[in-house]
C-alpha cells in the first residue's frame, strides 16, 4: 500500500517560476522526507522534516508539514531547466517502513 | 567511493526462470531495503531488513525472496512465482531503520520475456 498520494501528478512551469508539490499521508509518521528521481535513475535524498517540526529550508526547497491535516509541501523556487524531475515523500511512521507516495512529475521549461 | 551499486543495469530473462538481483553497499549501513517501480508508479516496499540475518516482508512480497547473509549485500530473487516481474527495481540502504535518508541504487530494469 502507498502512503502518501502527491498533487499534482504533473506540473509544467517555466524556468525562473516557483513549483510547489503536496503530499498527503494516511497513519501517524516520525518524518516525512523528499526525494527526487531523474528518469530512470535511482533516488537522491531532498530533505527530511521530523514530525515536531512546521517548516524546513534547504537552499531553493522549503518543506512544510501539518500533522494535524496529515499533508506537506514542497515549494521549489526560482525553478531551473534542471529541476525536471519526479519528486516523491515518503513516510516512516509507528512501524518504522519507509514507503513512497506516487510522486509529482515536474517538467521546467526555457 | 562510498555508495550503493546494484548490478545488472539491465536484465533480460525468459518467462519462468527465476533472476537474483545484486544490490551491494559499501556506507556501512544497517538497513537495506528493495523497491519496485512500474512506468509513471510510486515505489512499492517488496522486503524490507533491519540488520544481518534479518529481513522482513514489505507491501508485495508475493514471488520474490531475499538473503542478507552479510551486511553489506542483500540481493533479490525474483522466482517464477512473481506473475508480472517486469519492472524497475530499486535497492536502497540508510544507516539505521528509523527516521534516517535512504541512498538509493540505480536500479536494474528487469525484462521478462
Known amino acids: 500500500s502507498q502512503q502518501g498520494e502527491e498533487d499534482p501528478q504533473a506540473l509544467s512551469i517555466q524556468e525562473g517560476e516557483n513549483a510547489t508539490m503536496n503530499c498527503s499521508y494516511k497513519?501517524?509518521?516520525?518524518?516525512l522526507q523528499w526525494y527526487r528521481q531523474n528518469s530512470g535513475r535511482g533516488l537522491v535524498h531532498l530533505i527530511l522534516?521530523?514530525?515536531?517540526?512546521r517548516e524546513k529550508h534547504s537552499g531553493r526547497l522549503r518543506v512544510t508539514l501539518d500533522t494535524s491535516k496529515k499533508s506537506s509541501s514542497l515549494l521549489i523556487t526560482a525553478s531551473r531547466a534542471a529541476d525536471t524531475a519526479s519528486y516523491f515523500c515518503a513516510t516512516t511512521g509507528t512501524a518504522s517502513k519507509l514507503t513512497f507516495g506516487t510522486g509529482t512529475r515536474l517538467q521546467v521549461t526555457l | 567511493d562510498g555508495g550503493i551499486t546494484q548490478s545488472p543495469k539491465y536484465l533480460f530473462r525468459k518467462e519462468g526462470q527465476n533472476v537474483t538481483l545484486s544490490c551491494e553497499q559499501n556506507?556501512?549501513?544497517?538497513?537495506m531495503y528493495w523497491y519496485r517501480q512500474d512506468p509513471g508508479q510510486g515505489l512499492r516496499l517488496i522486503y524490507y531488513s533491519q540488520i544481518v540475518n534479518d529481513f522482513q516482508k514489505g507491501d508485495i512480497a508475493e514471488g520474490y525472496s531475499v538473503s542478507r547473509e552479510k551486511k553489506e549485500s542483500f540481493p533479490l530473487t525474483v522466482t517464477s512465482a512473481q506473475k508480472n516481474p517486469t519492472a524497475f527495481y530499486l535497492c536502497?540502504?540508510?544507516?539505521?531503520?528509523?527516521?534516517?535518508?535512504?541512498?538509493f541504487g540505480q536500479g536494474t530494469r528487469l525484462t521478462v520475456v
Open positions: 536502497a540502504s540508510s544507516i539505521n531503520f528509523m527516521n534516517t535518508e535512504a541512498f
Open positions: 556506507l556501512n549501513h544497517d538497513a
Open positions: 522534516i521530523r514530525s515536531n517540526e
Open positions: 497513519t501517524s509518521i516520525n518524518n
